[in-house]
């Protein structure tokens, strides 16, 4: 069971926003940076949020990051197809002293 | 551009210790804030962070798992590597090593290493 909570699945069409949720506690997204990772199938995650809401270069402005006490989402401004991946949200834990990941989102694109 | 690319066995057999090196370039590890970690995927499932190493030589680890790691670095050869012993079945999986700074990014490839007998 991870410590970050996530919904296994998320859809949506191209007209719509589909928002990922990552829920938490005080010792992790209540007091770190939030980063969420994009995984398309057979390749390596790759960071589309940065520290709550920063996009590193490259990621295209559909994608946006917030954060809010002990939650954090992911917003996708009308998916496109080679959007769908799986998504995790990433932080560090105070307690555990390491790295603590979501369960990981499956995005589909209607 | 920062590269990462991890190395070692395919496979390996129960009870038996796993050595995986991450040689990396396009920064130093002994910048300070530099790090690298050690992340690991089981087939079909879910991320999971298992150790890290700073600059400054300091190291953490998975609290479940902490009894089994150890890493280490070379900063003359840019490489970390991480062992993890009496492996089992269940440690098969891709392991990845990342960049770390600002959050794990970029990560490498990933290796896939099965435990069998």
């Known amino acids: 069971q991870s410590v970050l909570t996530q919904p296994p699945s998320a859809s949506g069409t191209p007209g719509q926003t589909v928002i990922i949720s990552c829920s938490g506690s005080?010792?992790?997204?209540?007091?770190?940076?939030v980063y969420w990772y994009q995984q398309l199938p057979g390749t390596a995650p790759k960071l589309v949020i940065s520290?709550?809401?920063q996009r590193p270069s490259g990621v295209p402005d559909r994608f946006s990051g917030s954060k809010s006490g002990t939650s954090a989402s992911l917003a996708i401004s009308g998916p496109r197809s080679e959007d769908e991946a799986d998504y995790y949200c990433?932080?560090?834990?105070?307690?555990?002293?390491?790295?603590?990941f979501g369960g990981g989102t499956r995005l589909t694109v209607l | 551009q920062i590269t990462l690319k991890e190395s070692g066995p395919t496979l390996v057999k129960p009870t038996q210790t796993l050595t995986l090196t991450c040689t990396f370039s396009?920064?130093?590890?002994?910048?300070?804030?530099?790090?690298v970690g050690w992340i690991r995927q089981p087939p079909g499932k879910a991320l999971e962070w298992l150790a890290i190493?700073?600059?400054?030589?300091?190291?953490r680890y998975s609290p479940s798992l902490k009894s089994r790691l150890t890493i280490t670095k070379d900063n003359s050869k840019n490489q970390v590597v991480l062992t993890m012993t009496n492996m089992d079945p269940v440690d098969t999986a891709r392991y990845y090593c990342?960049?770390?700074?600002?959050?794990?990014?970029?990560w490498g490839q990933g290796t896939l290493v099965t435990v069998s007998s």
């Open positions: 190493i700073y600059w400054d030589d300091e190291k």
């Open positions: 520290r709550n809401n």
């Open positions: 005080s010792s992790n997204i209540g007091s770190n940076n």
């Open positions: 990342a960049h770390s700074y600002a959050g794990l990014d970029p």
């Open positions: 396009g920064f130093s590890l002994s910048t300070s804030g530099e790090g």
């Open positions: 990433a932080t560090w834990d105070d307690s555990l002293s390491g790295w603590v």
